[in-house]
């Protein structure tokens, strides 16, 4: 365990606001030595010169064991959250030329950054019919990373809007989800209201074949083949999903062979 700073505040009693928490983790200092291993996503974050890009440490391995796979690919990638454009920036070296790149904002400001580094369209990720756009628009989508708002009911929103509408093999990353712990993102009872009570529901759709409870989410019971959860970021993977089999190989002594 690192130690925190010595001038690091105390952590606030919960429920607060995240205020307290991002200044108890801030690291202002340079790459630490511990991240040497982390990979081409953390190199690229750590030498990173253009505009501000902002980053949990513990999300640069992560990104690279989930994306390394369609690196160099043709794929089809919407960040929903632009800010001052750095991620995107650094998802144009990570990627290459040939990946569709598009940021969603609800900022104004960050029309300017269109077509730097990918496109970028203003609106909301609770708005369906403006998310529909801007994929027709890319030809559709295989990666979704959503670093947007952070208010359960936007993430939801923009979850049962495009998960459907990501290809099979597909990945959508939900990132920051410590703000599903706190009231200014998660309402009064985080706990109950949070982003990780619409994780657990989904747990229970993906087993929805050894229950007989209806889906609680519709728009990826159907497609939602993984769900991982690491600190801060859970990523869903979109496949084809059939009903499981089992069966039994081998012989059995006091039986013969298997029937
Ligand atoms: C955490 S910042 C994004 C940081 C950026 N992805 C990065 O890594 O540097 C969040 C962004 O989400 C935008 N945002 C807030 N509410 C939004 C909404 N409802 N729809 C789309 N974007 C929103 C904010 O304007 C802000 O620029």
Redesign the pocket.
């Known amino acids: 365990m690192v130690a925190p700073p010595a001038d690091a505040p105390q952590m606030p009693a919960w429920p607060r606001s995240g205020n307290d928490y991002m200044r108890r983790f801030r690291h202002a200092g340079a790459r630490p030595a511990a991240s040497a291993g982390d990979g081409p996503v953390a190199d690229l974050f750590w030498t990173h010169e253009g505009p501000?890009?902002?980053?949990w440490h513990h999300y640069l391995p992560l990104y690279q064991r989930y994306f390394a796979p369609w690196r160099g690919r043709p794929l089809r990638m919407l960040?929903?959250?632009?800010?001052?454009g750095?991620?995107l920036a650094l998802w144009r070296k990570y990627f290459g030329p040939e990946a569709t790149i598009f940021g969603?904002?609800?900022?104004p400001a960050?029309a300017a950054l269109d077509g730097r580094d990918g496109g970028v369209r203003i609106?909301?990720?609770?708005d369906p019919a403006f998310l529909d756009a801007v994929v027709a628009k890319m030809g559709g989508l295989d990666i979704v990373l959503d670093?947007?708002?952070?208010?359960g009911a936007?993430i939801r929103a923009s979850l049962d809007a495009l998960f459907p509408r990501l290809s099979a093999g597909g990945l959508y990353f939900i990132e920051?989800l410590q703000t599903a712990y706190w009231t200014h993102f998660s309402g009064r009872n985080p706990r109950r209201q949070g982003f990780m009570r619409t994780v657990a529901e989904m747990i229970d759709d993906l087993h929805g074949w050894y229950h007989p409870f209806a889906a609680n989410r519709p728009a990826t019971a159907e497609g939602v083949v993984g769900i991982h959860i690491h600190d801060s970021i859970v990523v869903l993977e979109k496949g084809t999903r059939s009903e499981p089999r089992h069966s039994r190989v081998g012989t059995d002594p006091d039986q013969g062979a298997p029937a």
């Open positions: 501000i890009a902002h980053k960040e929903i959250g632009v800010s001052k750095g991620s969603i904002d609800i900022d960050c609106g909301s990720q609770d670093d947007g708002s952070h208010q936007h920051d």
